[in-house]
């Protein structure tokens, strides 16, 4: 019986009743009535005579030249994915799980066991930060396999920071169709959806109207020409803005409007970083700006260009306001559970 050496665990108990083996040969003595609380697996297995995988070993000496005689369970899991399991189940504490494919392997036996609450206890390690951010894509299709709702939203919509992956997770083969991998591509175009008209109508998030009032039209148009809001320097909006950047006027196909290059520029970038990580502040990244501050007309230029002194600060803050206004739309899209 391997019981010395390499093989010695944590669960040597002395008054154990049970053995678990593993299926790389680690042994654990353990209690039939902790396994069969929390198995009704274990619990029908032992209060029926054994099968084939329960054998007792009678004719291997003990460290102590005595008989051991307790029932070995071999099971296939590896003893790695045992001593989690056990650990939990002896409250000894799991205070965190490092790698993933642990976790996916420690759930799947508790699901093989009907551990309920060994689900409940270690799901909870898949919003584990560090698994969010480096792998999405196998959190979700881990949370969809063991029908965690919570946890599918929470890791669609941290996909959405990552570029789709041309080959899939290995996870995939818990999904019970290719279908939901194709309904996670879907949310993620719904919410690439959204965000186009956002840019396109940037004028009413720098005022921070929807839509102008029903009852007064013109409302928020007047407040800007009343000098109530500060009026961006790429805006035509009363002259407000400057006058002598090279502006495009094929508006049928410039959905911007009547702007200057720069701006359209700016925000055609903008869109394209939204194929890599779509969430509102991907709109304030530094890269971002400072590409954009790099080609603005010199100041004085051009008859007295004003881009150059006043665009940078607008820009930051229209940045700011875009993030707010994107993150809003963004939560209202939601992942289709059904």
């Known amino acids: 019986m391997s019981s010395t050496g390499d093989n010695v665990d944590v669960f040597t108990k002395p008054e154990a009743d049970v053995i678990v083996r593993s299926s790389d040969e680690i042994e654990f003595r353990v209690h039939k009535s902790v396994l069969s609380t929390a198995s009704c697996i274990f619990a029908d297995t032992f209060g029926v005579p054994q099968p084939e995988s329960f054998k007792v ?51 799947a036996a508790a699901e093989k066991y009907e551990m309920a609450g060994i689900i409940s206890t270690l799901a909870p390690f898949l919003h584990t930060p ?39 997770p290995p996870e995939l083969e818990y999904l019970p169709t290719p279908d939901v991998y194709h309904k996670l591509l879907l949310y993620r ?26 009852d007064a039209p013109h409302a928020f148009w007047q407040r800007v020409q009343a000098g109530a809001m500060d009026r961006p320097v790429w805006s035509t909006v009363d002259k407000g803005g400057c006058l002598f950047c090279v502006r495009s006027t094929y508006i049928t196909l410039n959905k911007y409007g009547v702007v200057p290059l720069w701006f359209i520029d700016h ?8 194929k890599d990580r779509i969430e509102g502040p991907t709109v304030k990244s530094l890269k971002l700006l400072e590409k954009t501050i790099s080609i603005l007309p010199s100041i004085g230029s051009n008859g007295g260009c004003e881009c150059a002194a006043r665009a940078p600060l607008q820009l930051i803050q229209f940045s700011e306001r875009l993030s707010e206004k994107l993150d809003e739309k963004l939560a209202e899209v939601l992942f289709d559970l059904d």
């Open 189 to 214: 175009t719904r919410c690439e959806a959204t965000i186009e008209p956002t840019l396109v109508d940037w004028m009413s998030v720098w005022i921070g109207f929807e839509e102008p009032p029903a």
């Open 130 to 168: 560090r698994f969010l951010e480096s792998e999405p894509f196998r959190v979700f299709a881990i949370a969809y396999h063991f029908t965690l709702p919570e946890t599918i939203l929470i890791a669609a919509k941290a996909t959405l920071l990552h570029p789709f992956p041309s080959s899939l």
């Open 267 to 274: 925000l055609e970038r903008t869109r394209d970083m939204f």
């Open 57 to 107: 070993i009678d004719d291997e000496l003990d460290d102590a030249g005595g008989k051991d005689d307790l029932p070995i369970v071999a099971l296939t899991e590896d003893a790695e994915t045992l001593r989690v399991i056990l650990r939990t189940l002896y409250a000894d504490g799991i205070s965190t799980i490092e790698d993933l494919g642990l976790l996916a392997r420690v759930l």
